[in-house]
């Protein structure tokens, strides 16, 4: 009778899981860059210290804590999510307890002062309990 080694069942499952979850962008997102897709070479230097500060303030946004440059705007009503104005840039701390899930996590829209054209989306909220 052939054995299979336990390594090479872990492996194969391994590979199974990271293959179907890697398109997704929310699946392990710290190992994306920040803001996949902006082309940052294309920015001004007034731009690129905006995009630094929006950059910092999605970071600590990451971990839950408070944005260090943007200042607060207002809350959406029906929600718990706070919006956060900084210098070129409307963050949102998403946390919306909806009846069949729970969405909680940063996004950002970055404006035109820092793209230099069309305003750029980026988030990363995870809808829990679909």
Known sequence: ???????????????????????????????????????????SNSAKAMLAEAKADFQLARQGK?????????TIPGTHSRVFEGRGYELTLVNKDEIVCLCVGPKIVLKSAITGGQPFEYDEVNRLGD
Request: proline content about 10%.
């Open 1 to 43: 009778m052939s054995r299979i080694p336990f390594a090479s069942i872990l492996i194969t499952i391994a590979c199974a899981i990271l293959t179907g979850c890697g398109g997704n962008p929310h699946f392990m997102p710290r190992t994306h860059p920040i803001f996949a897709g902006l082309d940052e070479q294309k920015l």
């Open 66 to 74: 408070e944005p260090s440059h943007a200042k607060y705007a207002s």
